[in-house]
Structures are given as structure tokens and as C-alpha cells.
């Protein structure tokens, strides 16, 4: 059973930064990929940024140039450094990771940015 458990939401103020961290149970790179999804309130889930099993990133138009995504090791963690936040960037920020067919979700974490 694959769990991941997010860390590092809160509240900042527009143009403020947050660094989200995602640790899963087991090597991430026995994940073909990993990434992050958003879901403000009222709003369906959507995808933010990923990356892959070989280290591509790729990310959403609306946080291309302020987000990064990136790992450390094989071990863990796999953070989402959140720049130049806005207000539109709020919502619960949850990880995925795909292995196969599967996805696995974590529980979520809050971020609320403040104009």
C-alpha cells in the first residue's frame, strides 16, 4: 500500500513563496511519475506540475516560470517551491504518484494566499 503525506501549506500574502514537500512510503523511483494537483473551492481538481521516472518536469500554464518541482534522492522527498504566489493559487494542493496503472493520492494540504 503506497502512502503519500504532504507538508508545508499555510497562508501567505500575494507574491510570497511556500515550499510543499511530499513524502511517500518506499523509493519514489519505483513511481513512473510524480506530481502535484489543486483543487480550490467550488472547483474540480486540476493538475499542477510532474515529474517523471527519468527527471522531465513539465508543468501547468498558470505556474510555468513560478513553480518548480524536484526530488532529492530515491528516498524522498518531492517538493513543489511555490513563487510569486497569488490568490488564484489557493486552494488544497494534493501529491500523486502513478505506479503502473495505479494513482495514489495523499491527504492534502491547505495553501491560502491573501491579496
Known amino acids: 500500500q503506497v502512502q503519500l503525506v504532504e507538508s508545508g501549506g499555510g497562508l501567505v500574502q500575494a507574491g510570497e513563496s511556500l515550499r510543499l514537500s511530499c513524502v511517500a512510503s518506499g523509493s519514489i523511483f519505483s513511481f513512473n511519475a510524480m506530481g502535484w494537483y489543486r483543487q480550490a473551492a467550488g472547483k474540480q481538481r486540476e493538475w499542477v506540475a510532474a515529474?517523471?521516472?527519468?527527471?522531465?518536469?513539465i508543468y501547468a500554464g498558470s505556474v510555468k516560470g513560478r513553480f518548480t518541482i524536484s526530488r532529492d534522492n530515491a528516498k524522498n522527498p518531492v517538493y513543489l517551491q511555490m513563487d510569486s504566489l497569488n490568490p488564484e493559487d489557493t486552494g488544497v494542493y494534493y501529491c500523486n504518484a502513478q505506479k503502473g496503472v495505479s494513482n495514489y493520492w495523499g491527504q492534502g494540504t491547505q495553501v491560502t494566499v491573501s491579496s
Open positions: 515529474i517523471t521516472h527519468g527527471g522531465t518536469t
